[in-house]
C-alpha cells in the first residue's frame, strides 16, 4: 500500500517562505502523478499544484507565480516551494499521488482534480500569521 507522508509546514509571517516535502513509499514515482492540495476551515479542499510522472505541472492561479512543485523522483519525494505566503494560504496542505500509469500517460497526464487521486497523506498545517 504507498504511503505519503507530509512535512515542513508551520508558523510563518505573511512575506515569508516554506518549503513542504512529500515523501512517498511502495510506489513507483514515475508512474504517478503527484498533486499538492489545500483545505482552510469551512473551504473545499482546493488543488494548489499538480504535475505527471514525467514532470509537468499547473498551478491554481491563485499561487503561479508563488509556489514551485518540483520532483525529485529517485528519492521519491516531492516538494513544494512557497513563496510570499499571506494569509489566504493559511490551510492543510496534502499531497496526492494518481495511478500508475504507463507510457505517454504517465509521463505528459496531470491529474488536475481531487476524485483522480487514489492515495492521500495525513497533511501538514500551514499558518500565515503576523
Known amino acids: 500500500q504507498p504511503q505519503l507522508v507530509e512535512s515542513g509546514g508551520g508558523l510563518v509571517q505573511p512575506g515569508g517562505s516554506l518549503r513542504l516535502s512529500c515523501t512517498v513509499s511502495?510506489?513507483?514515482?514515475?508512474?504517478?502523478?503527484i498533486g499538492w492540495f489545500r483545505q482552510a476551515p469551512g473551504k473545499r479542499r482546493e488543488m494548489v499544484s499538480s504535475?505527471?510522472?514525467?514532470?509537468?505541472?499547473n498551478y491554481a492561479d491563485s499561487v503561479k507565480g508563488r509556489f514551485t512543485l518540483s520532483r525529485d523522483n529517485a528519492k521519491n519525494t516531492v516538494y513544494l516551494q512557497m513563496n510570499n505566503l499571506n494569509v489566504e494560504d493559511t490551510a492543510e496542505y496534502y499531497c496526492?499521488?494518481?495511478?500508475?500509469?504507463?507510457?505517454?500517460?504517465?509521463?505528459?497526464?496531470?491529474?488536475?482534480?481531487?476524485?483522480?487521486?487514489?492515495?492521500w497523506g495525513q497533511g501538514t498545517q500551514v499558518t500565515v500569521s503576523s
Open positions: 496526492a499521488a494518481d495511478g500508475p500509469h504507463g507510457g505517454l500517460t504517465a509521463s505528459d497526464y496531470v491529474p488536475r482534480f481531487d476524485w483522480e487521486y487514489d492515495y
Open positions: 511502495g510506489l513507483n514515482l514515475d508512474a504517478y502523478g
Open positions: 504535475s505527471s510522472g514525467g514532470g509537468r505541472i
